[in-house]
């Protein structure tokens, strides 16, 4: 087994590559112009046009790497999903850079040949939306290649037949590491090219390489780290391209407390790669034990952003005890110029299997039924007790004189 001390120093180093000109709360086309003029070109680095979205935006990859094992990364398929396009170009400064790691980054240029497109929905990006500028998902266009954009990808792929595909996403903050609390930070795939979930050699590199991620995330986020949902998709490229020969490793970012702009999670992001790269470029997961994939903990849906708990509802003159799950959907106001947050009811009744990011056990609190109390509506109600307590768009006031 590898050692992890490389990874250990580049985690401990990596501000020295944060590209500052990127938020991963937000990136838009306009927001990656000036880190594409600060690539180095020519023998290094390599700015190419691939085409054009529907709404006419630029759809760039990077290359560089004069190895025989091709890479092909992408991120912001989804255009509310930019933390991996951040971690990037931190890439981009990895490899520009000269210092204590240069034998790292020969040996890494010399092996692979880097195939980089950061920003595949810029339409998306711009609305701050999961879909293209028409609202189709493109990670369910691979078989029909509709969108301007899914065909970029398909073409490219085609065109450089890459070993390793690295799809990279955000995944919401309800997610944990298997029943627990733990939320799941960071989550994992190796796609199916079918629906009985073949192990083919393509796919069982998938899950080595994710091994390789696996052991070195634990050294920063133990517990944190999940499987992702393997049922097939046939309309993505993540199975798709598996089925082609290509072996496709899906990053999911999720929830990490305190890290409300997903900074340590864009930090993770970069570590996971460079991780995934040294052991390609080495082939030491070739060694690996495939089968202990299924003993990394499969993603499950149980939190909520917040839980009321124990509360009690008067309704037709009767009593009875109800939990309240509450969600935050953010979007971004593309006229005002910031995200709002808007807080619905999730689920009422037993949350007794769930968790909160935010949790309260609220049995001195009643509550009166109204038509609105129901799931997807705004949570927007006085709790009524010792203390006064009032949701207001999913958040509880005061926060601060309640125990946790």
């Given at each position: 087994m590898r050692s992890n001390h490389l990874e250990k120093s580049l985690f401990a180093g990596y501000e020295n590559y944060r590209e500052t000109l990127l938020n991963p709360k937000l990136i838009r086309y306009q927001d990656l112009q000036p880190c594409y003029e600060t690539i180095k070109t020519g023998n290094s680095f390599t700015v190419q046009l691939l085409g054009k979205s529907v709404e006419g935006r630029d759809?760039?990859?990077?290359?560089?790497?004069?190895?025989?094992?091709?890479?092909?990364?992408?991120?912001?398929?989804?255009?509310?999903e930019p933390t991996a396009t951040a971690a990037l170009f931190d890439l981009i400064k990895f490899f520009s850079?000269?210092?204590?790691?240069?034998?790292t980054r020969s040996s890494l240029i010399e092996n692979l040949n880097f195939h980089f497109i950061p920003l595949l929905n810029p339409d998306g990006a711009e609305l701050y939306k999961r879909g293209n500028s028409f609202n189709i998902d493109l990670n369910r266009d691979a078989?029909?290649?509709?969108?301007?954009?899914?065909?970029?990808?398909?073409?490219?792929?085609?065109?450089?037949q890459p070993e390793f595909g690295f799809n990279l996403h955000d995944q919401n903050s309800y997610y944990t590491a298997g029943r627990t609390d733990n939320h799941a930070t960071i989550s994992l795939l190796a796609p199916p090219s079918d629906?009985?979930?073949?192990?083919?050699?393509?796919?069982?590199k998938s899950m080595q390489v994710i091994l390789k991620i696996f052991e070195t995330l634990n050294n920063?986020?133990?517990?944190?780290i999940a499987r992702y949902n393997d049922d097939h998709e046939p309309r993505s490229f993540g199975d798709t391209f598996v089925k082609k020969g290509i072996s496709t490793i899906l990053i999911e970012s999720g929830y990490y407390k305190s890290d409300p702009d997903k900074e340590f999670v864009r930090k993770l992001n970069f570590i996971s790669l460079i991780s995934a790269f040294n052991s390609i470029a080495e082939r030491d997961f070739e060694k690996t034990d495939y089968t202990k994939y299924f003993s990394i903990p499969e993603n499950q849906e149980l939190l909520f952003d917040l839980i009321l708990r124990n509360l009690t509802l008067n309704y037709k003159e009767e009593k009875f005890k109800i939990d309240i799950g509450i969600n935050r959907k953010k979007k971004w106001n593309s006229v005002s110029k910031e995200f709002i947050y808007t807080g619905t009811i999730a689920e009422l009744g037993d949350l007794s299997l769930n968790y909160g990011i935010e949790d309260y056990d609220l049995n001195n609190h009643q509550i009166s039924w109204t038509e609105?109390?129901?799931?997807?509506?705004?949570?927007?109600?006085?709790?009524e007790g010792k203390e006064k307590l009032v949701i207001k768009?999913?958040?509880?006031?005061?926060?601060?004189?309640?125990?946790?």
């Open positions: 759809i760039n990859v990077i290359s560089f790497g004069t190895g025989k094992i091709k890479v092909l990364a992408w991120s912001q398929m989804h255009g509310d850079a000269d210092d204590s790691f240069n034998s078989e029909k290649l509709e969108s301007h954009e899914s065909k970029i990808l398909w073409d490219y792929a085609a065109k450089i629906h009985v979930k073949s192990i083919n050699y393509t796919r069982e920063f986020i133990p517990d944190q609105k109390l129901a799931v997807d509506e705004p949570a927007d109600f006085v709790l768009n999913g958040f509880l006031y005061p926060l601060g004189r309640l125990n946790k």
